[in-house]
């Protein structure tokens, strides 16, 4: 297996610890991290990419001798609001350019991240099947609902191996989340590790589908590897980490911490909150290629607290 793997998108909460990953697994050398910015504690091969610039992706597809690329790069729920027009460009362009690249240079596989965000008011609110009613209220949700299809058609049309996942609200202690609605249920571990009040956008009983970052990485590992013919599924799998609220994670909190503080000041995100299943069902990617998550809220909630505390107080 000889692969060559560029990730668009590496610095951001995913794409940090998933180069990772894709190091170990694949070797440092056959792993090209690239994002608009450089960060200089990045150890690795990196390119600057902007991927709204095709000619660019080309570039760094032929000067590497790329064979997939991880596509991880968008603007997410609750910073995309801010301009509608803009993100949808945005993300759509980078999509295009991805696609497009991958199919003039026959590349093995494309990995695109869908969302939870795919989901919107007329789907079941509980168990969310892979094959509900889409109705994306974000900008953000409606360009990944798009980005599934666009996946599907070149997988169709030019037979493109596009591989997708609906990923729940990510949970991780390496990195920081940004501009994303599930982004408070990795502030709120700072905090209470912090001994700092916690101020929450959402309201305390808000049940939202989340998932541990080690499973994520996992499951996309899982994903990627799998035999072509076991995807059954081109638009994009739904994958179940577990479902909590606010509420449930101050709980697990309290353990630790008996005198943390929260308090709630609901925004417009919870207005996006609500408007999302409250959980997943997964069976097609338990099924097609052997998903099964790790992490509950307690696992989530220990280990968080438990390797946040090394990185700030390293010496306790
Ligand atoms: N975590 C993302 C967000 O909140 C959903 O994909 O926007």
Not at 37 to 46: A, D, I, L, R
Not at 182 to 201: M, P, Q, S
Not at 298 to 314: D, F, G, S
Request: net charge negative.
């Amino acid at each position: 297996m000889n692969a060559k793997v560029l990730v668009i998108g590496a610095n951001g909460q995913l794409g940090s610890v998933l180069v990772k990953a894709l190091q170990h697994r694949y070797g440092d050398e056959n792993v090209i991290a690239s994002d608009i910015q450089k960060v200089n504690s990045f150890n690795g091969v990196f390119e600057l990419l902007d991927a709204t610039n095709m000619n660019k992706i080309q570039d760094v597809v032929s000067s590497h001798g790329i064979t997939q690329i991880y596509h991880l790069a968008a603007i997410l729920s609750a910073k995309g609001e801010a301009n509608p027009l803009g993100t949808w460009e945005l993300n759509m362009n980078m999509l295009f350019n991805v696609l497009e690249v991958s199919r003039i240079n026959g590349l093995d596989k494309v990995f695109f991240p869908s969302s939870i965000a795919v989901f919107g008011e007329d789907a079941p609110w509980v168990n969310t099947p892979n094959n509900a009613y889409l109705n994306p209220a974000t900008v953000y949700g409606m360009s990944k609902a798009a980005g599934e299809n666009w996946a599907q058609y070149y997988f169709l049309r030019y037979g493109l191996d596009v591989r997708s996942i609906r990923y729940p609200g990510i949970i991780g202690y390496q990195s920081l989340p940004g501009g994303g609605t599930t982004d408070y249920a990795v502030d709120i571990f700072h905090k209470a590790v912090l001994e700092e009040e916690f101020v929450c956008f959402l309201n305390a009983d808000t049940t939202l589908p989340m998932i541990f970052m080690d499973d994520v990485i996992r499951a996309t590992l899982e994903l990627m590897e799998a035999p072509k013919k076991d995807i059954r599924i081109r638009t994009a799998y739904n994958l179940a980490g577990s479902s909590f609220s606010p509420e449930d994670i101050v709980k697990e909190i309290y353990k630790y911490y008996p005198e943390f503080k929260v308090k709630y000041e609901p925004d417009f995100r919870q207005d996006i909150a609500a408007r999302w299943p409250k959980s997943i069902n997964d069976v097609e990617a338990k099924v097609d290629w052997g998903w099964q998550p790790k992490y509950d809220l307690e696992m989530t909630a220990r280990t968080m607290i438990e390797k946040l505390k090394a990185q700030y107080i390293p010496h306790e």
